[in-house]
């Protein structure tokens, strides 16, 4: 175990280069690019995702001939890599479909691809260089999420947290900075990390805020760190760091776990249903015991999850849904979307959370915490569901894998087909634009330059709002 | 008690009046508005502050026709007011000569004057509304950072995480936020709160990120909030919010204390000492005992600084400065200049932090928890030092209120002097500068518009760097 895992985390990072990354590492690393991309489409037209983006094209002042480096996808307009990465991460996470790793409970894509994406472009990097950002940034908040343990992800919204020194890994990567550049960048990002899962009770809009800065503060560490600009050298492991003030089982071991030998991006699991990823593993139990019995929805009295703490502790506060989003944090509404209409997508959500039959199966659902299934989280997320029936026989469901975790992983034909899922529901791209944009992604690894994602002209905004 | 204190002080600093505040506090909120400009026009120059200024300009892509609403401090550019309160907060702590509130360990002026003139600026606001807005921040920060309590200032700057909030109160007084808005604003400034000690073990530059992004990222909620996205409403209080994550010993009872009877901002101390905080009583008591018995440096063998636990905490691990901003956090050298030059300011760190004699008396000086400054700590800062004499005598030196507090407060004479001094050091203004810059300063509460500071055109920076 090393004696500075900040420094040998960074270092690591900052010189991770794409030949040493193995194949199938890459080919992954491509399918979690081309889920990311429908993902950040999805978000284009969500009233949070849209705020953000209003909120930097004022700050900007981005105008006419001024038109950026970088592309923000919901508009295909162009601005700095700082409000590109903010907005097209702002619009990555909302429609929950973005990917997650189970031991660091984190979602790498949302905030990572947003700054390769943007410094690739900003900088024409190859695809090669942009694969190896990416792997750097999933490495290093996987890593880090890990680290921080539980007693972190009670309060604190890791994808927030480790995620901003993950896009600092990515930014770093793509700026090309010294080890002692990137470890400046981890203590400037380390000491802006931030994401409470407070919002949640309300409904609010924090989760896309807490991506798009994550994001955004991973730009600007590796921004000033290769201008020169010092950050604190044990910023994940020090006395006064983050761990020493948001964790209280953090295990520093963690962060330098068999780094180039172990890849945790490969470890990352794709999200099927649009729904937290916590529902997820009673959801696919419920769809097994349905399937394995037959069984109709109406006759069911009463489902129990059995989930492990976490779950409790995010999907807790979230008893009758007001809103899509918060309906996909509430266990009872997915598991009444998986048992009525066979899943919980995008489409479904938005037309369903709220109807008769949907709120009634709701409230037929309860959360019991479960002492194997805790056990093994999180590096295992089992999922284990009871179902009392009409007829007074209970069923049990269970699945050691939900689906699109590692071991039972969406193939490139699925991937592609919730692609185009996503950016039909959003209208963020045509059938035939999607069609072009797959084509480029399936093959950014061999792309001599990633360049912009739309062809054409960049269509700048050009109001000006005075107060922001 | 309120049993929403988030709620509470929400709508209080939404609903504050210019009217409502009494008119000793207004004259007090100039003298800290005059103290604040001398050091945020100090920072110019430093390399960490000039970092910060170009990443804000890159980031931005200002430029031309597009010249901006608010006015950069530093080197009179115009930019939005998003990246002008970064800059000129980033600015304002460097020479460590603002204010800082005792009970609340917080420092106000730089995370709420930056936002404060910013937003004036752009919305062509008044000086009422300017003194009203200010007032609103520091009320909210006080009462957060005492809420936090100490076991937070243990790991986090508090000027970082409670002036996030103090930023967007500030921002929302302004934007003229309804109260429900004013809640949301304090939600999503409070989810991105951050800052960590981490830094000063490395003198690292994080502490100008910290006030710079409190003051941008309250820019930002306060903007987001205005347009409808929605904060955590128990973002304070709540079992997911600050203090759960951020405190263990925290005091829901200091957010709501006496609003609109108690005005913490006049509780507000000045620095006299261009140091950490933490070394002023200690300073002053070391004047003392020195003055009363006619010392001289050379005979003294070693110096006892009897500090309260935060002063361990925060001065403990600088031991060896490298750099001045590291200097103005060990005890030792802050101590030799007092006793060899009579004070500490801006230039006697400049020019004597390594000297000989001056290191020489670091090496006599030790810190040593003290059971009553502890116990009066944080509401007062009591300063006691022992000095042990070459000819074997103990001295023993006190004072019970360090020069600037409320009961030993800064004359306008001398808050006119320091100002002029701060701004001859960084050369931000020539001395004619400053005097025109001080008449405006003085009576800011009755201008019917705060306007630009610095008259003439604007200089826009035009260069547009492609990666940030």
Not at 23 to 35: G, I, K, P, Q, S
Not at 77 to 88: D, H, K, L, S, V
Not at 231 to 253: R, V
Request: glycine share 10%.
């Amino acid at each position: 175990m090393s004696d500075h895992p900040s420094r040998t985390l960074a270092t690591f990072v900052a010189q991770l280069r794409f030949d040493a990354i193995p194949h199938e590492v890459v080919e992954r690393t491509v399918n979690l690019y081309v889920d990311w991309l429908g993902s950040a489409l999805a978000g284009k037209g969500a009233r949070p995702v849209e705020s953000v983006a209003r909120f930097a094209r004022a700050a900007g002042t981005c105008a006419g001939e001024h038109a950026g480096t970088a592309e923000v996808l919901i508009d295909r307009t162009r601005t700095t890599p700082y409000f590109a990465a903010m907005i097209n991460a702002a619009a990555s996470h909302f429609v929950e479909q973005d990917d997650v790793h189970n031991g660091s409970v984190f979602h790498p894509a949302a905030v990572v691809f947003p700054v390769a994406l943007a410094l690739a472009q900003a900088s024409n990097a190859s695809g090669r260089e942009f694969i190896a950002a990416v792997v750097a940034g999933y490495e290093t908040g996987i890593r880090i999420g890990e680290f921080l343990g539980r007693s972190h992800y009670k309060i604190f919204h890791t994808t927030g947290t480790a995620g901003t020194v993950a896009a600092a890994a990515t930014a770093g990567r793509l700026l090309g900075l010294t080890p002692e550049q990137m470890l400046d960048a981890f203590g400037s990002a380390g000491t802006q990390a931030s994401g409470l899962w407070e919002f949640l009770r309300d409904a609010a809009d924090s989760k896309q805020l807490h991506t798009a800065m994550a994001a955004a503060n991973g730009v600007m560490a590796a921004t000033l760190a290769a201008d020169g600009f010092k950050g604190a050298t044990h910023i994940l492991e020090g006395a006064q760091g983050m761990a020493a003030g948001m964790s209280t089982d953090a295990d520093p071991a963690r962060l330098t776990d068999r780094l180039g030998e172990r890849w945790a991006t490969i470890e990352t699991s794709f999200k099927y249903h649009a729904a937290c990823r916590h529902t997820h593993p009673a959801a696919d139990a419920l769809l097994a015991v349905i399937d394995e019995h037959g069984l109709e929805p109406d006759d069911i009295v009463q489902v129990t999850a059995h989930v492990h703490q976490g779950a409790l502790d995010v999907l807790g506060p979230v008893h009758s849904p007001v809103t899509v989003h918060q309906a996909k944090f509430n266990m009872g509404t997915v598991l009444g979307l998986v048992a009525y209409r066979g899943q919980a997508g995008v489409n479904d959500f938005e037309r369903d959370f709220s109807a008769g039959d949907i709120v009634a199966f709701r409230d037929k659902v309860r959360m019991a915490l479960d002492d194997e299934v805790d056990r093994a989280y999180p590096a295992r997320w089992i999922g284990k569901v009871s179902v009392l029936m009409r007829d007074g026989r209970t069923l049990r469901g269970r699945v050691d894998e939900p689906k699109g975790d590692p071991g039972n992983t969406l193939s490139r034909g699925e991937i592609d087909a919730k692609f185009r899922q996503l950016a039909a529901f959003s209208g963020a791209a045509t059938d035939a634009e999607a069609a072009q944009l797959l084509a480029a992604a399936w093959n950014v690894a061999t792309a001599p330059h990633v360049g912009m994602l739309f062809g054409g002209a960049p269509q700048v905004a050009v109001s000006i709002p005075a107060a922001a």
